[in-house]
């Protein structure tokens, strides 16, 4: 299949895919972290390295295992680590950090341009279009909500509602096989390589590797089938 034949379905990631995550879930860190700094005197870029550092290693190492944790009391405890990295403890200031954090992130939350014509072109070509996060339902709907995209998918496959993680093959499978297409009709758009375009190659799907983050493929990783630097690249291979 090359990037002129048409696909049967397009999955998308969410976070840096669809949406700026990065710029969100960072700028709600610091306001936390400014915050806090006001009150009690510490470095607030240094806490909020690392909440940042926290948040990122647990979504790195997410495992099958790890779908039942509730985030808000994750959140909890990656603000008590962050806090302790900056000689703070104190169990009601991560609670209160962590509320604030989600509060703040609602109002970084920024849609790429062009995601949502995207999106509605390629339905309107008859293409079905799925997103394939491994979030949590317990946050994720309300983002999708706020980015205004609940209604820009024909299915929607959320990691602890589904039971399964990216890049688990069968994950990928499953979610063709929702919208009843063949994996190999089908494509994968993501900005994560492990995650992602792993994922999508094992399980014989089209990946198109959105690279927002200038990684690298690791030592022996397979080829995405294309690299594309952004949202704009990607409608070029899609359309």
């Not at 990122?56 to 997410?62: A, K, M, N, Q, V």
């Not at 806090?83 to 200031?93: H, K, N």
């Not at 990783?221 to 952004?230: L, S």
Request: charged content about 25%.
């Amino acid at each position: 299949m090359t990037s002129r034949q048409t696909f049967d379905a397009v999955l998308f990631d969410l976070d840096d895919t669809l949406h700026d995550d990065t710029y969100a879930f960072a700028s709600a860190a610091e306001a936390v972290a400014r915050e806090i700094a006001a009150e009690h005197g510490i470095d607030a870029l240094k806490l909020k390295a690392a909440y940042v550092a926290a948040s990122e290693g647990f979504w790195i190492r997410l495992t099958p295992d790890q779908l039942t944790t509730r985030l808000a009391g994750l959140r909890e405890r990656m603000w008590a680590d962050a806090l302790r990295e900056v000689g703070i403890v104190d169990d009601a200031l991560a609670s209160r950090s962590a509320t604030r954090y989600v509060d703040y992130r609602r109002g970084f939350l920024t849609i790429f341009p062009g995601a949502i014509d995207l999106l509605r072109t390629l339905r309107a070509r008859g293409v079905k279009v799925g997103m394939l996060t491994n979030g949590f339902a317990e946050t994720h709907h309300d983002k999708i909500a706020e980015l205004h995209l609940a209604d820009e998918f024909d299915a929607i496959f959320i990691a602890d509602e589904v039971g399964m993680i990216k890049p688990d093959p069968l994950l990928f499978a499953h979610a063709c096989a929702k919208l009843g297409c063949a994996p190999a009709r089908s494509a994968m758009v993501g900005d994560r390589y492990e995650r992602d375009i792993r994922g999508a190659l094992d399980a014989g799907l089209y990946a198109i590797w959105m690279n927002v983050h200038g990684e690298t493929i690791p030592p022996g990783g397979r080829q995405p089938d294309v690299t594309v630097p952004d949202l704009a690249g990607v409608r070029a291979v899609l359309l």
